[in-house]
T-cell receptor
């Protein structure tokens, strides 16, 4: 089974702090994603990466950056956390291919509260 | 750009009964994938079922089946013999054939009552 692991399930941070959310997948997937989930808005894509050191902005990249130094690890960075970034963050991964492998697998989510 | 619409914010069903969740989407693509994901209170996003648009046959997974109407751009999920453990938020999602961006609907909260 595909395993996508988010190291922190619950975090409370102060406004202005730098926040790192870490994600690791064990299936050698090329593509990794960070989504944000808010009530009534569904899931919105923040950033995705299609290879090591490669990234593309999603729909709501403002206030976020990402890092992918190794294929299995994809980090989401909040340079200066703000209260409107209080949310549930979901990491996901998938193979670059098409066909049966073209399914996105999710981690358990990280609840971030910024006070 | 693709959009996914789930018009039912909340639904409830009695245990052992059947329920259908609706999803419509908009795309100009001819080949793509459609998914239903389940998110229980634990918040883990779990893949329920997937459908390739180039397959006419509707996908089934045990008690879960879909009604895929490509011309109407409709992709509904039918849950038979509903169980208490089916209580969750259900998301419909769309992925282009060679794409990387999964586009989600806003979700439907399903409550199964005993």
């Amino acid at each position: 089974d595909v395993k996508v692991t988010q190291s922190s399930r619950y975090l409370v941070k102060r406004t202005g702090e730098k926040v790192f959310l870490e994600c690791v997948q064990d299936m050698d997937h090329e593509n990794m994603f960070w989504y944000r989930q808010d009530p009534g808005l569904g899931l919105r894509l923040i950033y995705f990466s299609y290879d090591v050191k490669m990234k593309e902005k999603g729909d709501i990249p403002e206030g976020y950056s990402v890092s992918r130094e190794k294929k299995e690890r994809f980090s989401l960075i909040l340079e200066s956390a703000s209260t409107n970034q209080t949310s549930m963050y979901l990491c996901a991964s998938k193979t670059a291919g098409t066909g049966l492998g073209n399914t996105i697998y999710f981690g358990e989510g990280s609840w971030l509260t910024v006070v | 750009a693709q959009t996914v619409t789930q018009s039912q914010p909340e639904m409830s069903v009695q245990e052992a009964e059947t329920v259908t969740l609706s999803c419509t989407y908009d795309t100009s693509e001819n080949n793509y994938y459609l998914f239903w994901y389940k998110q229980p209170p634990s918040r883990q996003m779990i893949l329920v079922i997937r459908q390739e648009a180039y397959k006419q046959q509707n996908a089934t997974e045990n008690r879960f089946s879909v009604n895929f109407q490509k011309a109407a751009k409709s992709f509904s999920l039918k849950i038979s013999d509903s169980q208490l453990g089916d209580t969750a938020m259900y998301f419909c999602a769309f992925l282009t054939l060679y794409g990387n961006k999964l586009v989600f609907g806003a979700g439907t909260i399903l409550r199964v009552k005993s």
